[in-house]
T-cell receptor, first 112, second 113 residues
Framework: QKEVEQNSGPLSVPEGAIASLNCTYSDRVSQSFFWYRQYSGKSPELIMSIYSNGDKEDGRFTAQLNKASQYVSLLIRDSQPSDSATYLCAVNEGSGYSTLTFGKGTMLLVSP | DARVTQTPRDKVTEMGQEVTMRCQPILGHNTVFWYRQTMMQGLELLAYFRNRAPLDDSGMPKDRFSAEMPDATLATLKIQPSEPRDSAVYFC???????????FGPGTRLTVT
């Protein structure tokens, strides 16, 4: 069974710090990786996707992928209180399959 | 502004009643997913469709749940009869076949008493 593991948190960081969120996955054939942000009482919102090893930057967000270690991470620079949310890691095995396997999420708390 | 829409946003019902949830995917998206989210289980995939055809509904309790796509702009999830353990938030998401990105609707919060 495919598994996506995340630390449930909460991860607490002060405003302005770098928040580092981590995710490991069990299926070696996984090809596509996504980070979703979910505010309390709201739906998951896609914020980052990454498909190849290395780093991908988008504004204050950087996704990092290491397929050999089956590890994907999300860095949030200059964290803001508005970044406080649960971050869900999702993995897709590729090859035309559209389904995602989600982790249970890491709660991030950014204190002013 | 392309978004997935879902109705109703909240539903409170008594055990044994039928519940129908509706979803309108983003125009042009040809894959539709139904998820259930609880604190304990997280996001669980219930069923998904491609070009209106059901591809996988193995995540659904077959005896009480059913999912359909009567046309490309409407997906439905029905529970009959509902039970208290069905209380959860139900999300619909849509995407393009061949791509893995999914876009979620606002969800239906279901409470069965």
């Amino acid at each position: 069974q495919k598994e996506v593991e995340q630390n449930s948190g909460p991860l607490s960081v002060p405003e302005g710090a770098i928040a580092s969120l981590n995710c490991t996955y069990s299926d070696r054939v996984s090809q596509s990786f996504f980070w979703y942000r979910q505010y309390s009482g709201k739906s998951p919102e896609l914020i980052m996707s990454i498909y190849s090893n290395g780093d991908k930057e988008d504004g204050r967000f950087t996704a990092q992928l290491n397929k050999a270690s089956q590890y994907v991470s999300l860095l949030i620079r200059d964290s803001q209180p508005s970044d406080s949310a649960t971050y869900l890691c999702a993995v897709n095995e590729g090859s035309g399959y559209s389904t995602l396997t989600f982790g249970k999420g890491t709660m991030l708390l950014v204190s002013p | 502004d392309a978004r997935v829409t879902q109705t109703p946003r909240d539903k409170v019902t008594e055990m044994g009643q039928e519940v129908t949830m509706r979803c309108q995917p983003i125009l042009g998206h040809n894959t539709v997913f139904w998820y259930r989210q609880t604190m304990m289980q997280g996001l669980e995939l219930l069923a998904y469709f491609r070009n209106r055809a059901p591809l996988d509904d193995s995540g659904m309790p077959k005896d009480r749940f059913s999912a359909e796509m009567p046309d490309a702009t409407l997906a439905t999830l029905k529970i009959q009869p509902s039970e208290p353990r069905d209380s959860a938030v139900y999300f619909c998401a849509s995407g393009f076949a061949g791509g893995a990105e999914q876009y979620f609707g606002p969800g239906t919060r279901l409470t069965v008493t």
